[in-house]
């Protein structure tokens, strides 16, 4: 692609993934509503999703208040650090093999930086808010997210391996003979896990935690600076279903339809999953968050490196 | 162009620095220092390290950082901890680092000044690393890893304690 239609490809993703998340507020909303047995907001224009403008209004119509004992600046900034880091994860994302922002040779690892440049956001929101139910939800957010982000790293580096590139579309290529799914199902299940707890839904939402901590880091955000957050989290979900998609299940290859017809059912069949599994799995303890973290999921994971290595220097002799 | 933009992420890396070390508040000093290793990486991309960009923002920026801010929120030093440090913060107390600051930068300045310190300006592809740090440097990479592992052991040891002790009490 020319850099002018890079550019507006480049446009046309960040609005995209912007209203994407937009609609995904309603769309977990009623998904929810089916699993749990009840509606869900169906009230406004078709299925109710006028939902998303209705909300969209009130929240920019909310009194932007920032409390007199928090920190200003850093208040301030913190809501936006979540967005911009996840915005800027999509530009190495591969919708199909022409259609793509930048193709890095360190794609993957550039993907792994802005995860963990997304998580000052939560810890600089809890921090600066002067409260401590928000110092306890950042504090909790700190400890996740440096866990869970080294076996995230470490689960990835069996499909590495196999490719032999930190580029995404190398190692969508590298899937034509088969999923990484398949032969990297552990790296699968460790990134999956490690993947919600990044994005800290539910069920590993521990740094929101309401039934303890009320609303944990952003206990003191209301209107735009709250609805930062909540974009983050939702632009954060997408994003790694992209990777999933692209690590883990083919990216955009597919027989028959259009390549990025392909990559866009994938991405959504995932999101899907991720809303059922909020739904079907409740919150566990902080502490069987991170013994989970560190003696379940880090073992299997070097397993797994340990295995691949082996499988691939076989490979490679022969 | 990659001129000017490498400028830009100098200064910033720069004056990020300096604000990072003359800041009262901790938890804006960190801040600073984390916008100061960004810079840093952004310069290590344009002069075609990548991959030490990338472990520069995953690694330093990403990780380390995050558990600096980590204990600056256990500490939680708030009102108190400000005025302790700007009493620490005298001018006086500047002099003697800066003198010795100063005698590193002429240095800097000389070497920059005589040796033709020309980069090639070719990217390194993360495989060339790897294959430099497990060929030339494995001996660096094992030390490295030896260092790591005895940083384990002793956090797990202290750690242990601290278990135990708990479990007594109950």
């Known amino acids: 692609m020319s850099d002018g239609l890079t550019m507006l490809f ?93 193709d890095l040779n360190i794609g993957l690892l550039f993907f792994l930086g802005m995860t963990s440049l997304a998580v000052y956001s939560v810890l600089l929101g809890g921090l600066a808010s002067n409260n401590k139910y928000a110092l306890l939800g950042g504090l909790r957010s700190a400890a996740q997210m440096v866990s869970y982000e080294v076996f995230m790293g470490l689960s990835l580096i069996g499909v590495v391996m196999l490719t032999g590139s930190f580029s995404m579309r190398d190692i969508v290529e590298a899937q034509r003979d088969g999923w990484y799914c398949i032969s990297q199902f552990l790296g699968l299940c460790v990134f999956i896990v490690a993947g919600i707890a990044e994005s800290h839904r539910l069920p590993f939402d521990l740094p929101e935690a309401e039934h303890e901590l009320t609303a944990g880091f952003h206990t003191e955000y209301g209107g735009m600076k709250f609805a930062m957050f909540m974009l983050g989290e939702y632009l954060g979900l997408m994003l790694i279903c992209c990777m999933i998609v692209t690590l883990f299940f083919g990216g955009w290859l597919g027989p028959i339809l259009p390549a990025v017809v392909w990559f866009v059912i994938k991405v959504f069949v995932l999101i899907c999953f991720f809303i059922l599994l909020r739904a079907a799995i409740p919150r566990p303890r902080y502490d069987q968050l991170m013994s989970l973290g560190w003696k379940y999921m880090l073992p299997l994971t070097l397993i797994n490196l340990v295995v691949t290595g082996a499988v691939a220097l076989s490979l490679a002799e022969v | 162009m990659m001129e000017v933009l ?71 030093l708030g009102e108190a901890g400000e005025q302790r440090e700007k009493q620490w913060l005298q ?80």
Do not use: C
Request: glycine letters at 8%.
């Open chain 1, 10 to 102: 480049g446009l046309f993703v960040l609005l995209g993934a912007v209203g994407a998340a937009a609609a995904l507020t309603w769309f977990e909303r009623r998904l929810l509503g089916i699993w749990q047995d009840r509606y869900g907001p169906n009230r406004l224009g078709p299925f109710g999703s006028g939902q998303v403008l209705a909300d969209m209004l009130k929240l920019l119509t909310k009194h932007d208040w920032v409390p007199p004992f928090a920190d200003k600046l850093v208040f301030i900034f913190a809501p936006t650090a979540i967005v911009v880091a996840m915005l800027l994860g999509f530009a190495v994302v591969p919708f199909s093999s022409s259609l793509y922002i930048i």
């Open chain 2, 6 to 76: 490498f400028y830009i992420a100098a200064f910033i890396a720069l004056a990020a620095t300096v604000l990072a070390l003359t800041r009262s508040n901790a938890a804006h000093a960190l801040i600073f220092l984390i916008v100061s290793l960004l810079a840093v990486a952004v310069i290590f991309f344009l002069l075609g390290a990548p991959f030490a960009a990338a472990l520069e923002i995953v690694i330093y920026a990403g990780a380390i950082m995050v558990l600096f801010v980590f204990v600056i929120m256990m500490l939680n």
């Open chain 2, 91 to 170: 001018p006086r107390s500047w002099l003697l680092p800066a003198l010795l600051a100063l005698i590193l930068l002429v240095e800097m300045v000389t070497i920059l000044a005589t040796i033709d310190t020309q980069t090639s300006g070719i990217g390194v592809s993360p495989k060339e690393v790897g294959l430099q740090l497990f060929g030339p440097y494995v001996l660096a990479v094992e030390i490295a890893s030896m260092l790591l592992l005895a940083a384990l052991v002793g956090a797990y040891h202290l750690g242990r304690g601290f278990i135990d002790r708990s479990k007594g009490k109950r």
